[in-house]
């Protein structure tokens, strides 16, 4: 199994960018999909970034294409999202998951993911 550690939130302002960095440790870190999801105060949790095992197949949602990135360091055993334009919208706990799913069907959906983080904070004001 993968164990998931999420690091980089934070407090910015509204324009700012902000890292976030998901450390694995367990088995075989490429073989997982990798993804990111978000969770505003009294909204459900919701998907923001995938990313397939090579690194070359990447998903977003609408409302934040253009804006972030994911990207994976399989030798490192990391997965990042870099967060450019933050709006306080943006704000909520972030989450980085992980599943051994060959399938891209589910890669936006919560129920895919096996292995969880703890989350990290990012607050973005106005």
């Known amino acids: 199994q993968v164990q998931l550690v999420e690091s980089g939130g934070g407090l910015v302002q509204a324009g700012g960018s902000l890292r976030l960095s998901c450390a694995a440790s367990?088995?075989?870190?490429?073989?997982?999909?990798m993804g990111w999801f978000r969770q505003a105060p009294g909204k459900e949790r919701e998907f923001v970034a995938a990313?397939?095992?090579?690194?070359?197949?990447?998903y977003y949602a609408d409302s934040v294409e253009g804006r972030f990135t994911i990207s994976r360091d399989n030798a490192k055993s990391t997965v990042d999202l870099q967060m450019n334009s933050l709006k306080p919208e943006d704000t909520g706990v972030y989450y980085c998951?992980?599943?051994?799913?060959?399938?891209?069907?589910?890669?936006?959906?919560?129920?895919?993911?096996?292995?969880w983080g703890q989350g990290t904070q990012v607050t973005v004001s106005s």
């Open positions: 998951a992980a599943t051994a799913s060959t399938l891209f069907y589910g890669v936006r959906t919560r129920s895919t993911y096996d292995y």
């Open positions: 990313i397939i095992r090579g690194g070359d197949i990447k």
């Open positions: 367990g088995r075989t870190f490429s073989s997982y999909t």
